[in-house]
T-cell receptor
Framework: SAVISQKPSRDICQRGTSLTIQCQVD?????MFWYRQQPGQSLTLIAT?????????ESGFVIDKFPISRPNLTFSTLTVSNMSPEDSSIYLC?????????????FGPGTRLTVL | GENVEQHPSTLSVQEGDSAVIKCTYS??????FPWYKQELGKRPQLIID?????GEKKDQRIAVTLNKTAKHFSLHITETQPEDSAVYFC??????????FGPGTRLSVLP
């Protein structure tokens, strides 16, 4: 399976600032995803990031708030803009590893964000 | 779109007993159903999955069953151990696209 790393692992930020989270994969993958996991909650998909095209955002998430870059097949960034305490959460990137017929999904270690 | 429900939300079992977590899905096109285990402070880890062309799959103490007609699938853990304590998420997707996750089950294995 793909090895995924994320930076930073955690951060404490002030209200109104922005944080960019990096996701690095050890192999080329077509599709990368960004999820948010609030304390004690399930995984909520923010957006799908494909190399060479605009990210596709899920309902409730917009590009101005969560701009995403996907410059190549091994890297992506998610920016949390103009942060408020409600943005405090764990942000996880994930990738799909192509199987014979089905793609399996693997997660990065997550970035724990606290907004004061 | 797909909707995945998961029950129970919390489950406590005595060490050595079995644990069963059930999920239902709404989209009959879904054909791939992975299960993830998330220990406290760690990332979700894929532990087992099942495709729609089989009804059951087993890996040591873990098994999954799938009922396509009823649109539900279950995770079975036998001979539970304290290290099985974690949050378990089911998910449904179509050939590994568009994963939708259940709300999770917090399993506690009591010594």
């Amino acid at each position: 399976s793909a090895v995924i790393s994320q930076k930073p692992s955690r951060d404490i930020c002030q209200r109104g600032t922005s944080l960019t989270i990096q996701c690095q994969v050890d192999s080329q993958v077509t599709m990368m995803f960004w999820y948010r996991q609030q304390p004690g909650q399930s995984l909520t998909l923010i957006a799908t990031a494909n190399q060479g095209s605009e990210a596709t955002y899920e309902s409730g998430f917009v590009i101005d708030k969560f701009p995403i870059s996907r410059p190549n097949l091994t890297f992506s960034t998610l920016t949390v803009s103009n942060m408020s305490p409600e943005d405090s959460s764990i942000y996880l990137c994930s990738v799909e590893d192509s199987g014979l017929l089905y793609n399996e999904q693997f997660f990065g270690p997550g970035t724990r964000l606290t907004v004061l | 779109g797909e909707n995945v429900e998961q029950h129970p939300s919390t489950l406590s079992v005595q060490e050595g007993d079995s644990a069963v977590i059930k999920c239902t899905y709404s989209d009959s096109a879904s054909n791939y159903f992975p299960w993830y285990k998330q220990e406290l402070g760690k990332r979700p880890q894929l532990i087992i999955d099942i495709r729609s062309n089989v009804g059951e799959k087993k890996d040591q103490r873990i098994a999954v069953t799938l009922n396509k007609t009823a649109k539900h699938f279950s995770l079975h853990i036998t001979e539970t151990q304290p290290e099985d304590s974690a949050v378990y998420f089911c998910a449904a997707s179509n050939y590994g696209q568009n994963f939708v996750f259940g709300p999770g089950t917090r399993l506690s294995v009591l010594p």
